[in-house]
């Protein structure tokens, strides 16, 4: 018996999401997903497993959705199943039809690959697309970022954007010359204390070679 | 300069970089780490496509994220992106 199968064996008359993680030692762990959509509760599921990941020897989600075949749209399982060591899971689309009230599943049908939940998932490995810098001299692999955000009330969010492009940019620039990056930020028409710009200058110190601000006439 | 935009949430990054190969009209990279929620950023060009074509790109995706529940931040206007009327005002700054 497959670990689909023995997933479909929990699916209930009236399926509520869920994630199954068999362990080498010890009995399975199962959580029962509450969520408001089979998106949501795949993410929780995920979460479930990864959390279990270190004696896991396998792991099923379950969902509830409709899929469409040969254009017609059925009611269907969904199971993400992977075995420890796989760096991939696969994603089956299970139909089924309701039977004297118990659910009658047909063949599962191959829906997609994605990454296994028991691998931990660097995001930065994932194909993200092309980059576009606002301005790039090719001659010293320089590319300049120019941001016009609202920082009077909060930078954090500038700065993980920026620290987050800023590693994306060094990534895909040619390696040589050795890259560097440089940033303005442009805050004309808003108040934003000299500390803070020395602050947030600061915060971008590691993965950018200057930091420059684009002020107000009056404030230079 | 590109406008933009932080999504924070619970967010499924398989699904997000298989959407981003659409969103034409976008640059987009996960943000992890740095002391903050899991996120993305998104930096819209006006020079990758037309303003309809971003239109529909933005609200397709933007749904996606919706579905997930994630929270869209514009950082130009420090607030969240929550109508459509917001993505059209957002263009407009793009676009004009």
């Known amino acids: 018996m497959s670990i689909v199968d023995r997933a479909l064996a929990l699916v209930g008359a009236d399926p509520i999401p869920f994630a199954l993680v068999e362990r080498s030692t010890g009995g399975p762990q199962y959580a029962s997903l509450m969520a408001t959509n089979s998106v949501r509760a795949s993410i929780m599921g995920r979460r479930f497993v990864a959390a279990h990941a270190a004696d896991a020897t396998g792991y099923a989600l379950a969902v509830d959705a409709f899929v469409r075949i040969e254009g017609e749209r059925r009611d269907a399982i969904i199971v993400e199943h992977a075995m420890a060591g796989a760096p991939t899971a696969e994603v089956v689309a299970c139909p089924y039809q309701r039977v004297d ?120 | 300069m590109s406008y933009d935009l932080v999504v924070e949430g619970d967010l499924d990054f398989v699904d997000l970089a298989s959407a981003a190969q659409d969103l034409i009209c976008a640059d987009m990279f996960p943000i992890v780490g740095d002391g903050g929620p899991d996120a993305i950023g998104i930096a819209i060009l006006s020079k990758r496509t037309t303003l309809d074509g971003a239109r529909d790109q933005l609200r397709a995706f933007l749904a996606t994220l919706e579905v997930m529940g994630a929270t869209i931040h514009d950082l130009y206007t420090g607030s969240p992106i929550e109508h459509e009327s917001d993505i059209d005002e957002l263009l407009a700054r793009v676009f004009e």
Request: charged residues 25%; hydrophobic residues 40%.
């Open chain 1, 101 to 220: 009230g118990a659910l009658s599943f047909g063949d599962p049908l191959p829906y997609r690959i994605r990454p296994s939940a028991l691998v931990p998932l660097d995001p930065n490995t994932l194909d993200w697309g092309v980059i576009t810098p606002d301005f790039y001299a090719a001659g010293d692999n320089r590319a300049i970022h120019v941001v016009n955000h609202a920082l009077e009330v909060d930078d954090t969010r500038t700065v993980r954007f920026l620290r987050a492009r800023a590693r994306v940019f060094d990534r895909h620039l040619p390696a040589s010359p050795p890259p560097t990056q440089e940033c303005t930020i442009d805050i004309r028409g808003q108040h934003v204390p000299a500390s803070r710009q020395v602050d947030l200058a600061a915060r971008l110190g590691d993965v950018m070679a200057k930091v420059t601000f684009l002020r107000d006439e009056e404030d230079n």
